[in-house]
């Protein structure tokens, strides 16, 4: 009788410690936890490139994406995937923005100096399995109605594929590359550090318990970064000459430009044939062509982007105003004036 007692008191105590362990079950949550993840425990649907990965496949995305080749699993080497680019040449692979919730290209281009990155076109892929549009804005409006770039919008196997065929003007990748590319970057997903998150607004999350109406919690996290990188094409000056006359243009600013983007192609002619560098010959040339509308104007090319040289295929990307505004723009103009002179 005692024994049976004593082994229906244990019974209870074992199901009292499963019950109080599965009621509170709280979210984990540090530093460096998953964005992701956490926003999945807490009710968000998972995205739509979930992948199981290895570390092996991270290193084979990375060196795709930073080398444009790597050994395969069979242990043989690609072939280079693009001879004109790297992804690289357009994206860096680190955080770009101080603030994710906005995109605020001077405070990138503050965020890029003090962190020596460059300042380009391509979105970073540093939070892009976070993301779940692609190819936003005004790509889609130009493209309308091309079903690559509409199926791109929503799927980040396909905007990898479309932008190392349409971007890099490389070949396609094997199904293998593209699972190696997404691994590398859930290697770069957001982390709750990334977030800014305030203390308070840190309780509100570490309070929350699994199962339960989390909706506060979510949104917190999700107004913390954006979704869906912004595009918007911006337009030329009506009047070449005056510039945007309504604005005037900082010099130091433009140099940040002209070194943390402009060079980063045509310095000693790395990704593109046209070469800059910090001769006052080179920018005597650009300046004698900005009152023009021509292949040479800096508001073009930025606007509008430049076609490849012939018999090459690399052409210069236009940047939205989310990554150049006409305020950097001016900018940009008076650092070539100022250094026509000098
Ligand atoms: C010549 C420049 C260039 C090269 C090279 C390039 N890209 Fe892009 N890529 C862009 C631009 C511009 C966009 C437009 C959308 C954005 O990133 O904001 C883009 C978009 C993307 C997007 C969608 C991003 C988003 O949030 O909308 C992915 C993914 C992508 N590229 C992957 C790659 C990969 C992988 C490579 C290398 C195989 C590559 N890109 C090479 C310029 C380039
Ligand atoms: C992602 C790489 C990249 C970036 C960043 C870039 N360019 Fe280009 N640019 C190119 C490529 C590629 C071409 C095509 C012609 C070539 O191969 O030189 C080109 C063409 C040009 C041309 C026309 C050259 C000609 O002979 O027709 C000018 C002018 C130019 N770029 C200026 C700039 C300026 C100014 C900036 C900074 C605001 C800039 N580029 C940023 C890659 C880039």
């Known amino acids: 009788m005692k024994k049976i007692l004593i082994f229906s008191a244990l019974l209870g105590l074992i199901f009292l410690l499963a019950g109080f362990s599965s009621s509170n079950s709280e979210i984990e949550i540090n530093p460096n936890s998953s964005v992701s993840k956490i926003a999945q425990a807490l009710g968000a649907a998972p995205s739509l490139h979930e992948l199981d990965y290895d570390e092996d496949m991270v290193r084979m995305g990375k060196e795709l994406v930073i080398k444009g080749k790597t050994r395969g699993p069979n242990g043989r080497k690609t072939r280079q995937q693009s001879k004109h680019f790297k992804c690289i040449s357009c994206h860096n692979v680190v955080k770009e923005d101080p603030d994710l919730a906005i995109a605020d290209p001077q405070a990138r281009l503050q ?37 690559r770039i509409l199926k791109s919008h929503k799927d980040l196997r396909e905007a990898i594929q479309l932008c190392a065929v349409e971007c890099a003007q490389g070949r396609p990748m094997k199904k ?4 190696a590319v997404l691994a590398y970057y859930w290697s770069l997903e957001l982390k709750v550090k990334d977030l800014n998150l305030s203390a308070s607004e840190m309780e509100i999350i570490k309070q929350t ?15 913390k970064y954006l979704k869906a990188s912004p595009a918007t ?16 243009g900082h010099p130091e600013n433009g140099k940040l430009i002209y070194d943390l983007s402009c060079l980063h192609c045509h310095e000693a002619k790395k990704y593109a044939m046209y070469e800059l560098d910090d001769d006052k010959m080179t920018f005597q ?3 004698r062509h900005i009152p023009k509308y021509d292949r040479y104007s800096i508001y073009q090319v930025s606007r509008y982007g430049a076609p490849s040289y012939a018999g090459k295929r690399a052409y210069m990307p236009q940047y939205p ?5 006409d305020q950097q723009l001016e900018d940009l103009r008076a650092y070539v004036d100022l250094r026509a002179k000098r």
């Open 111 to 147: 965020f890029a100096k003090e962190n020596q990155l460059s300042f380009l076109q391509g979105t970073t892929f540093y939070g892009a399995v976070n993301r779940s549009t692609f190819y936003n804005g005004d790509y889609q409006k130009k493209y309308d109605g091309n079903p």
């Open 176 to 179: 293998w590359e593209l699972d």
């Open 209 to 223: 318990e699994k199962g339960k109406n989390n909706s506060e919690a979510l949104k917190i996290i999700e107004s």
């Open 233 to 248: 094409f911006g337009i030329t000056p009506k009047d070449a000459k005056a510039g945007f006359s309504n604005i005037t």
């Open 285 to 287: 040339h650009l300046r």
């Open 321 to 325: 105003i989310e990554k150049l505004t």
